[in-house]
């Protein structure tokens, strides 16, 4: 499964911005899609998912109630539409995906399968 991440960008602090994550076929009605972020010197950390199956989004403590997971299956796309941004949320953002259950949909780099390129994301102060 290939994945591509797009709408990174350089962005002031407290501004939003919208990733878009592109997928064939029907991926997304067939596997469950997520967001990391890696910031430079750190490791890679979940941000959020949602099941292939739709319904309501998860989140790490850090994306709550300024990210918001959502997809557009027929088009093959998810997005992560962040809000309110700060510096500490710049890095690359990668979507992946995977076919974990909804009882253990997955936070760790090892549970997600396919990843996608990573797209930057930078909040300057």
């Known amino acids: 499964v290939q994945l591509q991440a797009s709408g990174g960008g350089l962005v002031q602090a407290g501004d939003s911005l919208r990733l878009s994550c592109a997928a064939p076929?029907?991926?997304?009605?067939?596997?469950?899609g997520g967001w990391f972020r890696q910031a430079p010197g750190k490791e890679r950390e979940f941000v959020g998912g949602?099941?292939?199956?739709?319904?309501?989004?998860y989140y790490s403590d850090s994306a709550k109630g300024r990210f918001t997971i959502s997809k557009a299956t027929a088009k093959n796309m998810i997005y992560l539409q962040m809000n309110n941004l700060n510096p500490e949320d710049t890095a690359i953002y990668y979507c992946?995906?995977?076919?974990?259950?909804?009882?253990?949909?997955?936070?760790?780099?090892?549970?997600?399968?396919?990843w996608g390129q990573g797209t930057q994301v930078t909040v300057s102060s």
């Open positions: 992946a995906v995977n076919r974990r259950p909804f009882s253990d949909p997955g936070y760790k780099v090892g549970d997600w399968l396919y």
């Open positions: 076929g029907r991926t997304f009605a067939n596997y469950n």
């Open positions: 949602i099941m292939r199956s739709g319904g309501t989004p």
